[in-house]
């Protein structure tokens, strides 16, 4: 790998995945946005839709696997291949759904910035990166921290602002019937 | 003021005796309905050695539990009760008290009272020669964990009473059990129009139970050339639509169906579901909802029902990576915001069945 070069696209991509997070938070939607890089061309890029969509599963991953599928079909190539050598970039750890269909969908590496505490699936929560499911696609490589404290700031400013579409916690309701 | 009833009737069945009739629910039924409990309800008590001594005088009880208790706290045994009723009935001590952990390099030698009694602060008269017990190392959660943590030292039991009519199969009515048997026929029929058109053989049904209304219906569509339209995933989409929303286009496949929903009538919570504008739903789609799927969802679909808030799952037959039961159980998995109820075995056979046939 050509060191310099290499990490010099590496940063112009993760800034593009800010660059979407970004843009979610402006939409009121969870700041996460992402990359899908194939042959150093950019195939497909999201940020969270799940207020936009009304379907919780929206998150920035799986917008991004939707725009390089329908590369796929305008090229003529099969998705299999392609997604066996793309790499993810995204903002903030993939949760154990996202991990899942990049297992699923045999995406070899995952370049992300801060860990997702609460739902992060490659290590924080769960490991469905690197753990041993022979039916469920194949594991994959993580390259976490990639400002990191940009991506958790973000988090912190959407969450501040409390997402109003959110039910209320029920943990939170717990603590106060106990007495 | 209906909250200040006293809770008389409740007490009258004694908690140990068993209800012995265990009703054969419909003869059309040939499944039994199983809870997938959590990793802690489902797994075997485990032991702990501790030593234990005669209490040779009875009188004595009250005191010697208040000054071993002083020297011995237990904290983090608080199920275990101090003392019990001798188990051997010829015995001449009828009780036995619990004085405190061993340790593991102790093995084989039983340390004398005065080794394990600081004097000074136990007055360890009335106490005879300790021995070695094994206690319950946590509280137990299920009756059958009750069950098998007494037969070695008597703990308390915070029973769930849910949870055990649930273990018993006694949760659901014979026609609650009738109409789960519905929804599935209907999942597995879905399912079989999938794999008519070249999809994996499965199929889920959206239901709101408040209603007894079908939502939606889809099976899986991988055939469509995306690889991650699992059935799941389709009706929460499907869903969605139903509110407005969506991301995905079904038209290519008929039986991937949902009802429209009518304005102010969308079953449980509608309050909170419905915006300032009175007409769109808000995203966390599944919220008050049961989904039957004909089997086991994959990681994926499992935290896309968490991330939608779903409230109860049944599926038919476990899959191989499943991750509501078999290699995971995200329903119950500790750190993440939502939890949720889920149960195997519904119409089983048939949806095994429906697995080989279109393997």
């Known amino acids: ?179 | 003021m209906k909250e200040h009833m006293p809770p008389s009737q409740e007490d009258e069945g004694s908690p140990a005796e068993p209800k012995c009739k265990r009703r054969r629910s419909s003869e059309s039924c040939s499944w039994d309905i199983l809870p997938v409990l959590s990793e802690e309800e489902s797994q075997r008590i485990t032991l702990l050695q501790a030593y234990a001594a005669p209490v040779l005088s009875k009188k004595e009880t009250s005191r010697l539990v208040r000054e071993v208790s002083a020297v011995h706290s237990l904290k983090s045994l608080q199920h275990l009760k101090r003392v019990r009723a001798c188990k051997d009935r010829g015995s001449p001590h009828p009780l036995e008290m619990l004085l405190c952990l061993a340790l593991a390099k102790e093995k084989g030698h039983v340390p004398s009272l005065s080794e394990l009694l600081p004097e000074g602060q136990v007055n360890s008269c009335g106490l005879g020669q300790p021995f070695l017990v094994l206690v319950p190392s946590c509280p137990p959660l299920t009756r059958p964990q009750f069950q098998e943590a007494s037969a070695h030292w008597p703990t308390s039991f915070h029973e769930n009473k849910e949870v055990t009519k649930a273990l018993t199969g006694q949760q659901f009515s014979r026609e609650e059990k009738a109409r789960m048997q519905r929804y599935m026929e209907q999942a597995i029929e879905v399912a079989q129009q999938g794999a008519e058109r070249g999809n994996e053989a499965v199929g889920a049904v959206f239901v709101d139970p408040a209603t007894e209304e079908v939502l939606a219906m889809g099976h899986d569509c991988r055939k469509s050339n995306n690889p991650l339209l699992h059935a799941t995933m389709v009706c929460i989409d499907l869903v969605a639509h139903r509110q407005g929303g969506g991301a995905y286009n079904f038209d290519s496949y008929p039986s991937c169906s949902f009802v429209a929903s009518v304005k102010g009538n969308s079953g449980t919570g509608a309050a909170d579901l419905f915006d300032d504008a009175g007409s769109s739903v808000l995203p966390y789609i599944c919220t008050g909802y049961d989904l039957y799927i004909t089997r086991e969802p994959c990681i994926m679909c499992a935290m896309a029902l968490v991330h939608s808030r779903i409230q109860r799952v049944f599926y038919g037959t476990p899959s191989p990576d499943g991750a509501l039961g078999t290699r995971y159980k995200i329903h119950t998995q500790k750190d993440l915001n939502h939890h949720f109820q889920v149960f195997r075995g519904i119409l089983e056979e048939q949806c095994q069945q429906l697995r080989e046939k279109w393997h």
């Open chain 1, 1 to 179: 790998m050509g060191g310099g070069e290499e990490a010099a696209k590496r940063q112009r991509w993760m800034e593009e995945a800010f660059r979407m997070a970004k843009e979610a938070l402006g939409n009121g939607e969870v700041p996460v946005g992402c990359l899908m890089v194939y042959n150093n061309t950019v195939l497909g890029q999201g940020r969270n839709e799940v207020n936009e969509t009304k379907n919780a599963t929206r998150h920035a991953e799986m917008v991004a696997v939707d725009q390089v599928l329908a590369w796929c079909r305008q090229n003529c190539k099969n998705p299999v291949e392609v997604f066996e050598q793309t790499v993810l970039y995204v903002t903030v750890e993939p949760c154990i759904m996202c991990a899942g269909a990049l297992r699923l969908l045999k995406i070899p590496l995952v370049v992300y910035g801060c860990q997702n505490e609460r739902f992060g699936g490659c290590g924080s929560v769960l490991n469905i990166a690197a753990d041993d499911l022979l039916g469920t696609g194949t594991s994959f490589e993580c390259i976490a921290g990639y400002r990191a404290e940009e991506a958790v700031e973000m988090l912190k400013t959407f969450y501040k602002q409390e997402n109003p579409n959110a039910p209320k916690s029920k943990a939170r309701k717990k603590d106060s019937d106990e007495s």
